[in-house]
């Protein structure tokens, strides 16, 4: 048998339990918060989940804590390596850092310099790469094999995607059972692991992910049945600049999820006009994708009651200034 040609094996909920009790009294509980104009403007009854104000500034911290905190001695003690745009780098550069582990983070040499700064500043060795002409996956299996490292990738790994649905989790504890949850989504792992916290919390819940419409290879790839793979897509969302989804997150997405929506750039621009203006956060243009679906009805809300993951905040005053002016 040859067994490279057998399905992965999916996480479930009870890794997501697992990854409750790990992240307990670590991660924070970040908190639901509501909006009477939201709602107006929608005719739905809007949950917002304030993952911008996790450590680390965006729900990667959970994933990355939880991976982390998963491994053996040994490869703890030999140090992790990811890959990632920002946020990713930031969690996994953070986590390493309370756990006492090394880690070493490529990233794009165009990623914004306040996350390269940010990861170094965590105490991450950071590697520049030219996202358009290399190949991060190429480049980090390379690197790992010739530093005996242990990579952990932004979201096709069981104890990353258990980790970011915690946030459902507690998205359904705060507000109950919902309508209709929106997640942002760029490789799937916080689309698939909260669709699984919905299916075991909340099962009459319709989960959708959302992506920037130049990336849209996770709408391609429901609709076809396969993986589609896409060139680097140009949009403001940098944390959903992926090319394609997940082994694990498709297999997930495929079992629980509703849909896929797209929202152009200017729809990003507008959901983070208004949440500065009216909710008083500062969100990142890839946190801001579930709102603008929310408020450009890419979604139907309606009459509905609908959770909205605001996946991440780390965006650096002049280019939030110049994106919402």
């Not at 530093?147 to 990353?160: E, K």
């Not at 959901?271 to 929310?294: C, D, N, Q, S, Y």
């Amino acid at each position: 048998m040859n067994l490279s040609a057998l399905p992965p094996t999916l996480p479930d909920f009870s890794d997501v339990r697992a990854a409750v009790t790990r992240l307990a009294g670590v991660a924070h509980r970040t908190p639901v918060l509501t909006s009477r104009t939201a709602d107006a403007l929608t005719g739905a009854q809007l949950f917002f989940k304030c993952e911008n104000l996790q450590r680390g500034g965006a729900f990667k911290f959970r994933g990355a804590y939880n991976a982390i905190a998963a491994l053996p001695a040994t490869q703890r003690a030999a140090g992790v390596l990811a890959f990632s745009s920002g946020n990713h780098a930031q969690a996994i550069a953070y986590s390493a850092s309370l756990l006492s582990v090394q880690a070493t983070i490529l990233m794009p040499a165009d990623a914004p310099a306040s996350k390269i700064e940010a990861t170094r500043g965590y105490g991450g060795e950071v590697i520049l790469f030219d996202r358009y002409k290399e190949d991060r996956e190429a480049l980090a299996a390379r690197l790992a094999g010739e530093r005996g490292l242990t990579l952990i990738p932004p979201y096709d790994h069981c104890d990353v995607i258990a980790g970011q649905g915690t946030a459902a989790v507690e998205l359904f504890e705060q507000a109950g059972p919902l309508d209709l949850l929106l997640v942002c989504m760029g490789g799937g792992g916080l689309t698939s692991g909260c669709a699984l916290a919905a299916a075991s919390l909340s099962p009459g819940c319709a989960v959708w992910g959302v992506e920037p419409e130049a990336g849209n290879d996770g709408q391609q790839s429901l609709r076809e049945g396969r993986i589609v793979h896409i060139d680097v897509p140009r949009t403001i969302a940098d944390g959903a600049q992926t090319q394609h989804l997940g082994e694990l997150t498709f297999g997930i997405i495929r079992q629980h999820v509703a849909g896929i929506a797209t929202v152009s750039d200017e729809a990003l621009r507008d959901a983070m006009r208004f949440v500065a203006a009216r909710m008083k956060l500062v969100i990142e243009p890839t946190g801001a994708l579930a709102v603008a679906a929310a408020l450009s009805a890419a979604v139907p809300v309606k009459g509905l009651k609908v959770g909205v993951i605001i996946s991440g905040g780390n965006v650096d005053l002049a280019r939030f200034s110049a994106l919402v002016n």
